[in-house]
T-cell receptor
């Protein structure tokens, strides 16, 4: 059974810092890995999706890497801003083709002005 | 539409009552997923559809939960005889096709069972 863990559970940083969020998964047989952000009372916003054959994806100040063999992904946020404050979740899709996502428990990020 | 639309935003029911939640996927998306979020960040997959056909129902509690996606209608998730433990936020997501496509989520329906 796939298990996804995110470290740290919570992170508080001053504005401008570069930061790294970690995601690990126990079964490397994945189709892809997706990073989301969730704002309070809102749904999930998809940030980046990395296919199993890819090593990284970039969007603006966000960069996500994937090391499938070791079961790890990192989300790098450059020059953090208060608007980045949210909960960040990673989710993996197994390679059975059934597409359901298995989520980590999230990292709650607070960026102070 | 361009967004996954879930209604209602908040639903309150007494224990034992029925609850019905709705989801309109993004136009052109063939796959619909339902997830349950309890205790802040614990997401549990419930069921998925390929158009109006059940694709994967391995997460669905069989006894009280049912779901449908009918042509030209919003998808629905229905809970009969609700229990306190059904209190959660229920999210719907859609994707264009199977395998490797990002899932786009709605804002969820918060179900409160009193």
């Amino acid at each position: 059974k796939q298990e996804v863990t995110q470290i740290p559970a919570a992170l508080s940083v001053p504005e401008g810092e570069n930061l790294v969020l970690n995601c690990s998964f126990t079964d490397s047989a994945i189709y892809n890995l997706q990073w989301f952000r969730q704002d309070p009372g809102k749904g999930l916003t998809s940030l980046l999706l990395i296919q199993s054959s890819q090593r990284e994806q970039t969007s603006g100040r966000l960069n996500a890497s994937l090391d499938k063999s070791s079961g790890r992904s990192t989300l790098y946020i450059a020059a953090s801003q208060p608007g980045d404050s949210a909960t960040y979740l990673c989710a993996v899709e197994g390679n059975t083709g059934f597409q359901k996502l298995v989520f980590g428990t999230g990292t709650r990020l607070l960026v102070s002005p | 539409g361009e967004e996954v639309a879930q209604t209602p935003k908040h639903l309150v029911r007494g224990e034992g009552q029925k609850a019905k939640l709705y989801c309109a996927p993004i136009k052109g998306h063939s796959y619909v997923f339902w997830y349950q979020q309890v205790l802040k960040n614990e997401f549990k997959f419930l069921i998925s559809f390929q158009n109006e056909n059940v694709f994967d129902e391995t997460g669905m509690p069989k006894e009280r939960f049912s779901a449908k996606c009918l042509p030209n209608s919003p998808c629905s998730l229905e809970i009969q005889a609700t229990k306190l433990e059904d209190s959660a936020v229920y999210f719907c997501a859609s994707s264009q096709w199977a395998g490797g496509q990002p899932q786009h989520f709605g804002d969820g329906t918060r179900l409160s069972i009193l």
